[in-house]
């Protein structure tokens, strides 16, 4: 099967997101990327958190708005969350714990990656072991407060090894391999 790839943009300052989950700000730094053509390629599956999934869209009203990557991918998507809807949505599964949102996941995935959205879902995978690269594509603008790439009260250490590091006019984007 294929491996966990937690793919996010960042401002330099470290949030995902701004105040109350505001993604508008990502929306600039949207454009022709190589390296988040490459990254399309290789997904499988999606693994995402019910509040990403419900969340505010950088591609809100461009006619690519709730469209994983702006329509650039499509398939499976796996949606962790606590409360279930009772009205389906295509092409969404939703799941309630994390072990069996990643399984099916995998399995959908293939020998692809599943890729990983939410910071929460995010660490919880790191806590559980099960996520193996963190893609990062980090912009050039500083938010001052939001959703960080990853918080864990208390700290901890999470050892990571460089495997990529790319440049384009509006991001530069480092990929790493958890080892520990």
Same mark, same amino acid.
């Given at each position: 099967m294929g491996k966990t790839l937690y793919s996010?943009?960042?401002?330099l300052d470290g949030f995902i997101a701004g105040p109350g989950g505001d993604m508008s700000w990502l929306t600039e730094h949207l454009g022709p990327d190589p390296a988040v053509d490459e990254l399309v390629g290789e997904i499988g599956a999606?693994?995402?958190?019910?509040?990403?999934?419900?969340?505010?869209?950088?591609?809100?009203?461009?006619?690519?708005?709730?469209?994983?990557f702006g329509g650039a991918w499509t398939g499976p998507q796996f949606v962790l969350t606590h409360h279930i809807p009772d009205t389906p949505v295509p092409g969404v599964t939703f799941?309630?714990?994390?072990?069996?949102?990643?399984?099916?996941?995998?399995?959908?995935?293939?020998?692809?990656?599943?890729n990983i959205l939410g910071a929460d879902v995010a660490r919880?995978? =790191? &806590?559980?072991?099960? @996520?193996?690269?963190i893609l990062v594509f980090v912009a050039p603008v500083m938010l001052g407060d939001?959703?960080?790439?990853f918080d864990h009260p208390g700290g901890t250490n999470?050892? =990571? &090894?460089?495997?990529? @590091?790319?440049?384009?006019?509006?991001?530069?984007?480092?990929r790493f391999r958890v080892v520990g």
């Open positions: 996010v943009t960042m401002s999606l693994l995402v958190g019910n509040r990403t999934f419900r969340g505010d869209d950088p591609h809100r009203g461009t006619g690519k708005e709730e469209k994983p799941v309630d714990d994390l072990g069996s949102g990643v399984a099916a996941a995998k399995a959908a995935a293939g020998e692809k990656y599943v919880q995978c =790191l &806590e559980a072991g099960v @996520l193996d690269e939001g959703v960080r790439l999470v050892r =990571l &090894e460089r495997i990529a @590091l790319n440049h384009v006019p509006h991001a530069t984007s480092i």
